[in-house]
């Protein structure tokens, strides 16, 4: 194994362990993948972060191809790789089971534009995505269907949330984001119904975000 790809396999144990640490996902809940030669490196199932070593780390090929000799993938390898090849920018994928976006997902509700920063994870509300068994075909399909027309994370019923990036640094953060959003939200709603933003409102928002925070400058 090269210098390269163990930073890789480093790299996806220590953004699974600090989910453990921040609360994203406890013990053994929540997955991520990165994108990786002719398919992706995922986290294998039923392993607890803090024991995994480079060599844990499975690579699938992209169409979920599991090559012998390693362990089993992550049970939700199949929205992983669905993801990877449906929208060739994004690179990572996080799935978490975080506290307060999960509480929102068992209602079946995603998070409409009560805060102007609903927009980081790319649209005018971020969505939740239809139940279906964890693992499946019908789950991946639900998956893609809410993460379109550039939106890069969502809730998914009943189950937690899972957030995209080009790199996995970027991933980890938005499932961040999308858990103090949801959080927010639901402390808003404690004090009674939410003054949401409207529509032409955060179609000015999505564009301002196209150049927030540091640029580069090409001078």
Request: proline share 4%; aromatic share 6%; charged share 20%.
């Amino acid at each position: 194994m090269h210098d390269h790809e163990r930073a890789a396999r480093q790299s996806l144990i220590d953004h699974c362990r600090a989910m453990n640490t921040s609360g994203l996902s406890l013990n053994k809940s929540g997955n991520a993948s990165l994108r990786w030669a002719s398919g992706l490196l995922i986290t294998p199932t039923g392993r607890a972060y803090d024991r995994l070593q480079p060599e844990d780390i499975v690579f699938l090929e992209a169409d979920g191809g599991c090559p012998p000799g390693q362990l089993l993938p992550s049970s939700e390898w199949r929205f992983h790789c669905d993801i990877l090849q449906a929208f060739p920018d994004t690179n990572a994928v996080v799935h978490v089971h975080s506290t307060h976006a999960t509480a929102l997902a068992c209602l079946g509700e995603g998070i409409p534009a009560f805060h102007y920063m609903v927009a980081v994870a790319g649209g005018d509300h971020i969505p939740c995505a239809a139940y279906a068994t964890f693992g499946t075909t019908e789950l991946s399909h639900n998956v893609l269907a809410a993460l379109g027309d550039g939106v890069r994370a969502c809730l998914m019923a009943n189950h937690g949330q899972v957030a995209t990036g080009k790199t996995l640094a970027e991933a980890y953060t938005l499932a961040e984001e999308v858990e103090n959003l949801a959080r927010q939200y639901l402390l808003a709603r404690t004090l009674g119904a939410t003054r949401n933003l409207s529509a032409d409102e955060m179609r000015v928002v999505l564009e301002k975000f196209k150049t927030y925070g540091q640029q580069r400058s090409d001078h």
